[in-house]
């Protein structure tokens, strides 16, 4: 690799680092650098990208527990169900490809896109502590986000963000909290399986994993003391979704289409 290949994927990383702490999707940059810069194929590029997805995760929940935005007693069930549900989804996706599921999911990103528009404030409150989901409601749910987050990974973050600040009345913040919690724990299990299948390049993931880890850990720290931090996840949150809509619908190449007649 040229010099400038370590900068890009060190710099590219810590803003990857920094949208998954904020809101998720984070990894459509590292997968990027990943496979068009440094030239891994894509499921080596799937393996080593987990490596900093965790180092930015350990980080992250750290900067947040330490500044009093996490708590891990009264989220215990939510991350359990969620961590399980995971465990499920990264075993069969060892031997089913998620491909079929893209379809969907592209649909389901539309629906989410509306939910964040419709009613902004709802996602610009604190923390309600005297709310408490009913488990028969919270475990199921977060058992399917879980297995969906291990199974495809692809925008389990903002699906899981809508379900605490619209279910279980968390602030953005706080639900972002628990969020890289669970991501951290089940992460383990995805290196696991990805280095037992030889598909982790860890020279190149630990140095992706030196952005994505400063990212994740000054972006926790600032948006757990950030009076505005709330306000700012969401708009964050909104940019990526219609990002990733972009992306998925493949609208540049449509409007190219349309100039062409």
Request: charged fraction near 10%; aromatic fraction near 14%.
């Amino acid at each position: 690799m040229e010099w400038y290949h370590y900068v890009i994927a060190i710099a590219g990383s810590a803003v990857a680092g920094a949208i998954n702490t904020l809101a998720g999707n984070g990894s459509a940059i590292t997968l990027t650098i990943l496979t068009e810069l440094l030239g891994l194929p894509g499921n080596v590029a799937n393996g080593t990208n987990r490596v900093g997805v965790w180092t930015q995760s350990v980080a992250g929940a750290y900067a947040f527990y330490r500044n009093g935005k996490l708590h891990v007693r009264r989220s215990g069930t939510i991350i359990l169900s969620t961590v399980i549900g995971a465990l499920a989804g990264i075993i069969v996706a060892v031997y089913v490809s998620s491909e079929q599921f893209m379809f969907v999911f592209r649909f389901l990103l539309v629906a989410m896109f509306i939910v964040i528009l419709v009613k902004p404030k709802r996602w610009l409150r604190e923390t309600d502590a005297s709310k408490t989901l009913n488990p028969w409601i919270s475990i199921p749910l977060f058992l399917v986000l879980g297995f969906y987050g291990g199974f495809i990974q692809m925008g389990m973050g903002v699906f899981f963000l809508a379900a605490m600040v619209l279910g279980a009345r968390y602030s953005l913040i706080d639900s972002n909290a628990v969020k890289i919690v669970v991501v951290a724990i089940y992460t383990i299990a995805a290196l696991a399986i990805f280095q037992y299948r030889g598909l982790i390049d860890w020279p190149i993931g630990l140095l992706m994993a030196v952005g994505q880890t400063a990212g994740g850990y000054f972006t926790a720290h600032y948006a757990s003391s950030y009076p505005q931090a709330n306000v700012w996840a969401h708009r964050v949150l909104v940019a990526v979704v219609i990002l990733a809509l972009v992306k998925l619908f493949d609208i540049p190449a449509f409007f190219a289409t349309v100039g062409n007649f």
